[in-house]
């Protein structure tokens, strides 16, 4: 039976459907996929993954690696600047001990000497992380070469360099947005090169710049898409997923008509707060592609079935009724939840089953 | 010892002040408080505030009316227009059956008929929901007399009415939400009377009108606060929070400098990724009234220390430090977590307790 409202499903179909279309077009052009499990933190969804031909698995934090290491899914890049205190240390040691294959990010000199301090050369490899133009974390690509001759001189293996090109979730931002990444990976592992350093693996990509990084002349050798597995109503705004593949979706009952308009018992604490500036509202429906969700609280959704505001009440879904709602970003969806509700097929009436969202909450 | 960053710290010291001045507030005007314990979640924190003089608290959900049923909280209003389906029956019916004291929210006729199909009249009270002006769920005030008359007719126990001043929440609308609030309750109490029914419970309230609502002549005889207990990024600039008065903040570590800015671990998977268009940033930083979260990733804050962007990276708190970030809205942010950290003060180095966050993720 499916659990009382909201909850979000997942489409099992349609997800398989995405992880193959990205496997097999990133294997179409000898690029290794290491997706990123932070959009659904679920051992059962990584699995697939690397069935569909994944060299391993890309994670945030120290927490996800741990869980995804002991259900057997080791070979893991954590893609984040860690700032090693005693606490992740000891577990990084733990992991690598065990035998899990982990390389961690660093942007910076500093970075480099606190892991060594730490104890984790040899343990660990890293790779230098550039600023491709999102402006976030990472060094710029000349001073790739300086952080990872540090690490080289200190005896850490250095694995090579990666990128994350998150200025591509604005509108017409994603074919530029790979362009900056090739070229600031360019650059960055030119300068590696310059201190005598190989960068083995040269990593990049976001899922809105996924497709565009296929077709550049790019020097990524890897690439790790997230969102992809599921889609969101970003993706769908900015041209990234059609719809018909939006795998995840959260069922939510229509629990007032009030002033003309739906309103759901799926809110920021079901579907996830985010609201770039450039989106249409807070989320969308799958099966009424003209409504958008035009307030939020935690616990509802007020929702126009088309621009412009309030319907007649006869032409709303009626009181009672479930629809699916599309969250704007997937990945903090997800993480609110403790379990995804399986359906075969989106149009199921019965889930096939639950997973239990096994890394939630692991921030640290 | 304190845990690996980033992790949500009550300064206690501070929130026990809270707890004591809404109380007393409300106690001096003769208000009875019912705080929404969707901001914490947590047993031990709703007991103290019922230990202050709360004659019971307001929860979101049936699952968040389990979890401090169990607890022995049970006196409890569920704020919120529900739509009964059998599961939701079945676990009312249960609370009720144990002696738990639950009224819910209902804004329409068929919310009403839909409670007593699913065998609830007798077991559960109603409050009628009135749109004080939010334009969420809730009634237009004139319609509240037909949807308590239904109610009653139906051998409903009718408690009285509610109203929730969500427009409150943007700059200098607070006193203005209080007033139509005010003006919308007396509105649909008059509209019960007119149907020979009196309202015993005339509720209202949110945290950035509370102060509003106790100066005007209102009908209120209860208040509903939620975030006061913690305050956060969004009532600090709302003027609803002095920053001495915030009792929550996340522990974030420094872990780049890129760009000349801070970049802490902290994301939108640990502050919550609330950011109203009026907001000045994604959260602010406790001890450095200047400085804004400028961009937002799942595990990346990026701050500027004052207006203007880039510092000296002399001027920065050093790569390692740890800074207390202020989420912009702390009830998406306690529900990210399963546990809250407590320290006796804000500047102890140990903390003095683990609470549990029971309810988090209760959102059916």
């Not at 933190?41 to 869980?67: C, D």
């Not at 970003?234 to 939510?252: K, M, S, Y």
């Amino acid at each position: 039976m499916a659990p009382s409202t909201p909850f979000l499903a997942v489409d099992l179909e349609r997800m398989q459907a995405n992880i193959a279309r990205v496997a097999d077009a990133a294997t179409a052009r000898g690029i290794a996929l290491r997706p990123h499990v932070k959009t659904h933190k679920t051992i059962e969804i990584g699995r697939m993954q690397v069935a569909a031909g994944a060299h391993g698995l890309t994670v945030a934090t120290v927490g996800e690696a741990e869980v995804f290491a002991a259900a057997g899914l080791d070979d893991l890049c954590i893609a984040y600047p860690l700032w090693i205190d005693a606490d992740k240390a000891a577990r990084l040691s733990a992991l690598a001990a065990r035998g899990a294959a982990i390389s961690i990010g660093v942007d910076s000199v500093e970075g480099v000497q606190r892991l060594v301090h730490a104890g984790l050369a040899g343990r660990v490899a890293v790779r230098v992380e550039i600023d491709a133009g999102h402006h976030r974390s990472g060094c710029a690509p000349a001073a790739a070469g300086e952080v990872a001759s540090a690490a080289m001189r200190a005896g850490v293996d250095v694995e090579g360099i990666f990128a994350f090109p998150g200025h591509a979730y604005a509108p017409d931002a994603r074919a530029q947005a790979a362009i900056d990444e090739a070229e600031a990976l360019t650059a960055a592992a030119a300068s590696l090169r310059a201190e005598g350093i190989r960068p083995l693996v040269i990593s990049g990509g976001s899922t809105p710049s996924f497709a565009a990084s296929l077709e550049l002349d790019s020097p990524v050798t890897e690439l790790r898409p997230g969102v992809s597995v599921f889609g969101d109503a970003q993706q769908w705004e900015l041209g990234a997923a059609e719809p018909e593949q939006i795998a995840l979706t959260c069922h939510a009952t229509v629990v007032s008509h009030a002033g003309g308009r739906l309103v759901l018992d799926a809110g920021s604490k079901a579907l996830g707060p985010d609201r770039p500036a450039w989106a249409t509202g807070n989320g969308r429906l799958l099966d009424h592609p003209d409504a958008r969700i035009v307030q939020l609280s935690e616990h509802h959704a007020v929702v126009e079935m088309q621009a412009g505001g309030a319907s007649q009440t006869s032409a709303l879904p009626p009181l009672g009724s479930i629809v699916r709602a599309v969250p704007n970003h997937v990945c903090t969806a997800v993480n609110l939840v403790d379990e995804l509700v399986v359906y075969d097929r989106g149009d199921d009436p019965v889930p096939a089953a639950r997973w239990r969202v096994a890394a939630r909450g692991r921030n640290s």
